[in-house]
């Protein structure tokens, strides 16, 4: 059985799937969706033991989540020209086969060098994923399904972070008598499987009749508008996330942390199983998009104008509403574009949305780093929202 792909037929199969026949596709979508965020996310809480053991500054302890947030941006676009050579569902294994080789590299590492350079190698086979899964869509699902596949693997990867960020040391590391280093293993290695499982499904394994464009069509305007948008979400989340401690430390409400960091990742896991039950009806609806992007902006404002439990519960809110939101902007390139043209365009949304979600929240750091007051950090994502809101109210969201 040949392991390549040809582009989506111009017309659609005239009988559906049976929902027993979808149901391996949406396994397989899940999983690899749950290996968008697991590998990044498990960092945080082994950061100590490693930072311990290889002497890290502050600095590079924080760089083990926040480099591979960096190369979902770099990484995007080499995830383009591979689904433009090999097909999305080779590039999909190929970048779970990077993922794992850095993931596990990472629990292997020797030394500082070593570990920043497998986990960079990691955030780049994650970015290839990340273009390769709308990609994939249309080979798999028919039109009618477009939607609700999108909402399948991005519920894999929400519930990845919560997974990721909840179990680890509570759960894993204890079996694995306390060390770091077969944490990552453990977590890093069934990805392989899922990698080969990719091949399964009896679906579109012809080679490529022709070269697609792969960098992204800076003409189209979906490539910058649903890119800026998309860096609202990400940076409210990862920001937030990132300044929470500090802002409850500022406020002499540290010993809330835990509780904030649970309710605040958990939130993101209810928007996920929101969005397989509404998928079908808010993806590619203005009004539901641009709802949500108020909603976010309105619970990151409360955040700063509330303290205590009204402060984090605003915080909560914010993430839910930003997680439904990130979902609903990720599932408009398959739903906007024919199948050739949707790798390039979610690859130049993610180097656009990425690049924000990492720099936006890095100026808010300088800013307070500045004045001495955190809530800056927090305001510059807020008024960052603001700036681009228009953009969701000018959004063109026909299929072209």
Known sequence: MSATEHPVPSTPPTTSPSS??????????????????IPILVAPPLAPFIGDELALSQTLTGALTTLPILMLAIGAMPG??????????????????????????RGLAPDTLTLMLTSAVMGIGIAMMQPALPALLPRWLEPNHL???????MNGMLMGEFIGAGITLPIIMPLLDNSWRATMLVWSLPALLVAAALFLPKRDLAQPTRKVAWLPDWKNPLTLKLGLLLGVSGSLFFGVNAYLGALLEQRGEFDNLTEALFWYNFAQVIASLLMLKMARYWVGKKPPLIIMLIFSLLGTVGMLVFTGWWAIASATFMSFTAGVLLIMMVALPPLLVPASE?????????????????TVPMLGGLLSDWTGDIRHAIAVMIAYGILVSPLAIKLNLQRQ
């Open 20 to 37: 027993a026949s979808l149901l391996p596709v949406a396994l397989l979508l899940w999983l690899a969706g749950v290996y968008l965020r």
């Open 80 to 105: 383009s020209l591979s689904i433009s050579r090999i097909g999305p569902r080779n590039t999909l294994a190929l970048a779970m086969f990077i993922m794992v080789i850095g993931s596990a590299g």
């Open 147 to 153: 939607a609700f596949g999108s909402a399948i693997y």
């Open 342 to 358: 949707t790798g390039r365009l979610s690859a130049g949304n993610f180097l656009v949305g990425y690049t924000i979600a990492f």
